[in-house]
Structures are given as C-alpha cells and as structure tokens.
C-alpha cells in the first residue's frame, strides 16, 4: 500500500475544485474521488474537506443544493461554478510554478 501524503496548504481548494470539474459530488464521494485519482496516496479527512467546501462555497467557486447521493441518501450536493472554473484556471496555473520552482531545488548541485 503506498504511503498516503499530507496535503500542502493551499493545494485542497485546487483538488476539491478540479474533482468537482468531473461532476458534482457529495461531500463523502469527493474525499473518496481525490483518494481514488491520486492511486490511493491523497486522504481528505473530514475535518478539512468539509472547512473548505464552506470557504469555496462562501467564495462562490462552488454552489451546493440538497439531493439524493448515488447511495440514495439525503446529501448536500456539491457543484462548480463558472467562477470556479475561472479560479481552478488560476490555481492550476500557479501550482505548476511552484511545482517548477519546487523541482528546480531538489535537482540543485
């Protein structure tokens, strides 16, 4: 089994926003996308994912709305926005600068 990682602070917006461009999801299901996206290396716990969904939410990138999940329960449905399409542009932009930057290091002699 590999070994799971922390997220970097200010990567779980990015995550969250780029699993719900593949389709709205409940809170659960988005934990168990970004797990399953990453080969089983990325664990959301609940106790950030559910913070972040409210701070995208209040931001506007994401809007919810009461439904029924895949499972037939009762669930607060999660869905992009077109202002978080722009803002997943954005962040993904400025996580391939740091990742370069972050690269450039470790290869230094």
């Known amino acids: ?3 799971r990682a922390d997220l970097l602070q200010g990567t779980l917006d ?3 926003l780029k699993a719900l ?7 659960w299901a988005i934990s168990k996308r970004l797990r399953a996206l990453s080969s089983d290396v990325l664990n959301v716990g609940q106790g950030s994912l ?9 931001e506007g990138w994401i809007s919810a709305e009461w439904g029924i999940s895949a499972e ?8 992009i926005t077109a202002l978080g399409k722009k803002r997943l542009t954005a962040e993904r932009s400025a996580w391939r600068l740091f990742s370069a930057a972050v ?6 002699s």
């Open 1 to 3: 089994m590999p070994n």
């Open 14 to 16: 990015l995550l969250v």
């Open 21 to 27: 461009l593949l389709g709205p999801l409940h809170g």
């Open 50 to 58: 559910y913070p972040a969904l409210y701070r995208l939410e209040d």
């Open 72 to 79: 037939g329960r009762r669930a607060k449905i999660y869905t």
């Open 103 to 108: 690269d450039q290091v470790l290869h230094a």
